[in-house]
């Protein structure tokens, strides 16, 4: 039997299918003048230390929390600090830049700042080459309100404030939470200090100000790149079919400072998973776009509803927009194996495998896809297109239009063992016992992403998952509810050559439980604390947690699902229709102790009720979220 593959190109580069790159556009336009402005009054004269140094706080009108220091530079090296005496034991964040030409103009941006809720908060910046010195101080205003007024519905989250670290502890880097819906971007230093945010902007303000907080990752330049739902002001294809979904088809390119360099307009929507190809100049992502299918074709399910979407791999030059290579999952996975769990939130839509993360192994080369709604983790080749294996339960993969197999799904599906190594976390099963879907596979999972080995080995794949858990079955009637549930950090090793996979370690099911479930979204990220081996930690944003208003006017309550009846089994617990609120845990975890060195939670300050039409309930949750310097 055939192996399944497929490699294709559908954007002749010529703006006909992709537009590309847009920079003569509202919002750079509009950047690039007040830049132009900016630097044009810098002069000779305007020397660092001579008091006619330029400065500019927020020049873009997005990012509170930044400046621009311009000035003629007279030496090589220049060091920024920004600090603040209303919070002394808050870290300076300080950046130098080495090897500056002499006697240039240098426009410098200014970070580190702190902010605090309901009051103002005054901090110092010091620019110096060691012998002339800028001093300045800045006032900034208080943090945009939480949602407990009972106004704001997109507002800033509410903190609470678990366990802070030392610097050598958990170092300097800050912790960057990409906030949903509709809310900020927002980076915290290691004593909880808000540091930097940028918002999504004001539906009612001019769209040239909004920037993207969903989709959102840095780039090798130091810039960020993302797609948003609400970015559809300025393109939308002139082919948008009936059922097309609007919106995720705007990429921003935007910096620190809030300037935005550039928009990217795609065809079909990066919904989920942006990731740099390293050394190429090219974004990797999981393109949602809708098939030409009609409705019908695929297995009988009432989540099947019409054309699929979100079931394509794409490569995008960030030079110029335009698309070089797409990979149709339609070809390369089983069309007609049941989606667990489903999603019916698009109408009309067949989301069938639901890719929401893809990254390129450094080793192997391959492309490595977390499939949500197969609950699976697929290799494929890249030159090729051709599938290589599948982590998955082994169960329903027989299943074909004609009823006779056409692939043999059991050649490439991955054997898995268990070694339940000493501090994993993970009870200790038989690989082959009815245990293993609860304790071993991924289910509805996020966040796959490559652990880099120490020595190179084209036989053996690491990579991390955020397993969200949803089900634990592919028997929807017997899936665990929420309440009994529990989100799992994971960490699993491939071996290529003889088709195994092992779970290596695990964190969150006895650690957090029910409380830290998290039916979507989330990231996991496993690292070395100071590059040491014998210092593992893991940053875990368990991003998706909801709780239902249990009327004791705090932030607990019965854990929730998503979507009752898609994401999970609906619990007999729960208030179907009653008011929810949602959380996020963040936590660096040392995995030695296996006790958070970090942690906050992040709640919006109000119980919703749920909308009109399908039940989703999503008001605060975080989709992605990093541990990175605050400076490139």
Not at 61 to 67: E, F, K, V
Not at 120 to 141: I, S, Y
Request: overall charge negative; aromatic content about 10%; glycine content about 8%.
């Amino acid at each position: 039997m055939a192996i399944p593959t497929h490699i294709g190109q559908r954007d002749p580069g010529d703006g006909t299918y992709n537009p590309g790159l847009q920079t003569n556009i509202p919002p750079v336009i509009r950047d690039n003048a007040l830049y132009d402005s900016f630097i044009s009054t810098i002069t000779s004269a305007d020397t660092l230390g001579s008091g006619n140094e330029k400065y500019q706080q927020d020049l873009f009108g997005r990012s509170p929390m930044s400046a621009l220091l311009g000035f003629r530079s007279t030496g090589a090296e220049i060091t920024v600090t920004v600090s603040s005496t209303d919070e002394p034991t808050a870290p300076a964040i300080t950046q130098t830049w080495s090897d500056l030409a002499a006697d240039q103009i240098v426009v410098l941006p200014v970070l580190g700042f702190l902010a605090r809720s309901n009051m103002t908060t005054e901090c110092q910046v010091v620019v110096t080459d060691g012998v002339n010195t800028f001093r300045k101080e800045v006032t900034l205003a208080a943090l945009p309100p939480d949602d407990s007024d009972g106004v704001t519905t997109n507002g800033f989250p509410k903190v609470q404030v678990m366990t802070t670290a030392g610097q050598n502890e958990v170092s300097d880097d800050l912790y960057f939470v990409i906030l949903s819906e509709r809310r900020a971007n927002i980076a915290f230093d290691r004593l909880a200090n808000v540091r930097w945010y940028v918002r999504a902007g004001d539906p009612d303000e001019d769209p040239a100000l909004w920037l993207p907080v969903f989709n959102t990752v840095r780039l090798s330049d130091g810039t960020f790149i993302g797609s948003d739902d609400h970015l559809q002001y300025y393109y939308t294809p002139p082919d948008l079919k009936e059922n097309e979904p609007p919106g995720l088809r705007e990429l921003w390119r935007f910096d620190a400072t809030g300037r935005v360099h550039g928009i990217y307009f795609i065809r079909d929507r990066a919904h989920h998973s942006l990731i740099e190809v390293p050394g190429e100049n090219a974004l990797l992502y999981a393109s949602d776009y809708i098939s030409a299918r009609n409705a019908g074709e695929g297995p009988l399910t009432p989540a099947n509803q019409g054309p699929s979407g979100e079931d394509c791999i794409a490569i995008l030059d960030l030079g110029t927009g335009y698309e070089k290579v797409y990979y149709d999952l339609r070809i390369i996975m089983n069309f007609w194996r049941l989606p667990v769990p489903t999603d019916l939130s698009v109408p009309f839509i067949y989301d069938w495998i639901h890719i929401n993360q893809v990254y390129l192994d450094s080793d192997t080369h391959l492309l490595i896809a977390s499939c949500r709604h197969q609950s699976a983790i697929i290799g494929i080749e890249r030159e090729t297109g051709s599938l290589r294996f599948i982590s998955a339960p082994s169960d329903g993969w027989e299943a074909s239009e004609s009823g006779i197999p056409v692939t043999d799904w059991s050649n490439l599906l991955l054997h898995p063992v268990n070694p339940a190594p000493k501090g994993s976390g993970h009870s200790t099963v038989s690989a082959r016992s009815g245990d293993e879907n609860n304790d071993f596979w991924t289910w509805g999972q996020h966040n796959v992403r490559e652990i880099i080995k120490s020595t190179s080995d084209p036989d053996i794949i690491r990579f991390s998952v955020f397993n969200n858990g949803n089900y634990r079955t592919r028997d929807q009637s017997e899936g665990v509810v929420a309440s009994a549930n529990a989100s799992r950090c994971s960490r699993y090793e491939i071996m290529l050559s003889s088709k195994e996979i092992s779970l290596q370690a695990t964190y969150g099911e006895s650690e957090l439980g029910p409380e830290g479930y998290s039916s979507f979204v989330s990231t996991a990220h496993f690292f070395n604390h100071n590059d040491d081996p014998e210092q593992p930690r893991l940053f875990a944003n368990f991003g998706g947690i909801i709780f239902q208003d249990n009327g004791s006017g705090t932030d607990t309550g019965l854990p929730l699902t998503l979507m009752p009846g898609e994401s999970d089994r609906q619990d007999p617990q729960e208030k179907v229709n009653g008011t929810y609120q949602g959380r996020v845990i963040l936590q660096e975890v040392d995995l030695n102790s296996r006790m958070p060195v970090f942690e906050i939670r992040l709640t919006s300050g109000s119980f919703k009720y749920p909308g009109s039409g399908t039940l989703r309930r999503a008001e605060l949750y975080c989709f992605r979220a990093y541990k990175m310097p605050l400076y490139h």
